[in-house]
Nanobody, 114 residues
Framework: QVQFVESGGGLVQAGGSLRLSCVAS????????MGWFRQAPGKQRELVAS???????NYADSVKGRFTISRDNAENTINLQMNTLKPEDTAIYYC????????WGQGTQVTVSS
């Protein structure tokens, strides 16, 4: 079982940027399609971005053009660069394999003020 530690969240004004990082405990992730997810209060957890082992990316329509997911297989790290943030991006952000099948970490809180 792989464990995740997410970091980089915080409070930012609308239009600002944040960079999230996720460190995984196992190198197996370099062979797995990975994703960043978010869960806003009262809502279900949703996949916002994913990246294949070869670096092919996919994004939810709500973040396309604003968020960029990347991976560093040597460091077992998945990153999420978030630009032009909006209040509706406020959520706890998590990383996991794209299917969400592994145990969830604590996540990192992102709060965007208007």
């Amino acid at each position: 079982q792989v464990q995740f530690v997410e970091s980089g969240g915080g409070l930012v004004q609308a239009g600002g940027s944040l960079r999230l990082s996720c460190v995984a405990s196992g190198s197996i992730i370099r062979f797995i399609e990975m994703g960043w997810f978010r869960q806003a209060p009262g809502k279900q957890r949703e996949l916002v971005a994913s990246v294949t082992p070869r670096g092919v990316t996919n994004y939810a329509d709500s973040v396309k053009g604003r968020f960029t997911i990347s991976r560093d297989n040597a460091e077992n790290t998945i990153n999420l660069q978030m630009n032009t943030l909006k209040p509706e991006d406020t959520a706890i952000y998590y990383c996991n394999r794209r299917t969400g099948a592994w145990d969830w970490g604590q996540g990192t809180q992102v709060t965007v003020s208007s």
